[in-house]
């Protein structure tokens, strides 16, 4: 899951791709209110989780904060105004089954990694959320299971990162990257399997493959840069909310 301007950390969220969505945000906001209430019995066991919880390691602050920069300016000066012209020439329903068919096509990704982290029940749920709503719904460009089926709509979206977190392997140090926004060691090697496990990423010649993939971007900038407004316009300092929002987030989906 794997795209171009934050993809990384709101692809998981967003659609799939990625991407982040509202479900996994108000999962993740429950989640840690209840941490912290059942902390507070024991001062001494709470202040020992929140140190713990809180470190993000950052010795490239100094590479990250440019690259935050140089994409700050991108999304507003560059990338806004074509999203909003984008916005204007397209229906809502169109950006939506647009949106639902890429979500879709990434099933790959998500069964492949619910199998690897053991998660045979969820594995099954998006196989059967695939054939429905590839079937039923059109070839994906209609939410089949969001609209009747509640239960698989409200699936989590898995990606190679994650796989590698459950296994074991630390995220070492916070990275920010030009174009693709906030990371980390282990989601940049993550993204490699993403990359690979994408269909797209299979489709000849190139330029078709990536004719599609910027489409498929295109159509998710809307929800990117909300989401990004959201982070950043009511911070004192935009970088650490972003790194740190990431950060929890990533943490937070290798322990469910």
């Known amino acids: 899951m794997k795209k171009l301007l934050f993809l990384s950390i709101f692809a998981l969220v967003l659609g799939g ?7 996994d945000n108000s999962v993740l906001d429950a989640q840690n209110h209840n941490a912290v ?7 001494e066991s709470f202040l020992d989780e929140t140190y713990e919880t809180q470190i993000i390691p950052d010795p490239l602050e100094g590479w990250n904060r440019a690259m935050f920069a140089f994409n700050d300016g991108l999304l507003n000066y560059a990338v806004r105004p074509f999203s909003n012209a984008y916005v204007t020439v397209t229906p809502e329903p169109f950006r939506n089954g647009v949106d639902n068919f890429f979500t879709n096509l990434l099933f790959p990704m998500r069964f ?9 029940y969820a594995a099954g749920q998006e196989f059967g959320k695939f054939i429905l709503n590839t079937t039923v719904g059109l070839g994906g460009f209609i939410n089949y299971t969001g609209l009747n089926h509640p239960e698989l709509a409200s699936l989590d979206s898995e990606d190679f ?4 977190g459950v296994w074991g392997l630390g995220e070492g140090v916070y990275l920010y990257w030009p174009l693709l926004g906030p990371s ?8 490699v399997g993403d ?8 489709v000849d010649p190139w330029w078709t493959q990536t004719a599609i993939k910027g489409f498929r971007t295109v159509n998710e900038l809307e929800g990117i840069l909300d989401l990004y407004d959201d982070f950043t316009k009511s911070a004192i300092e935009p970088y650490t909310a972003i790194r740190d929002a990431f950060t929890q987030y990533r943490r937070t989906k290798i322990t469910q």
Not at 17 to 23: N, P, R
Not at 195 to 202: G, I, N, R
């Open 17 to 23: 791709t990625g991407c982040a969505s509202h479900h």
């Open 37 to 43: 209430v059942s902390s507070l019995d024991n001062d």
């Open 112 to 120: 492949i990694n619910n199998l690897l982290q053991g998660k045979g």
């Open 161 to 164: 990162g994650q796989t590698l």
């Open 184 to 191: 980390n060691v282990r989601d940049t090697v993550g993204a």
């Open 195 to 202: 990359w690979v496990a994408d269909p797209l990423t299979w």
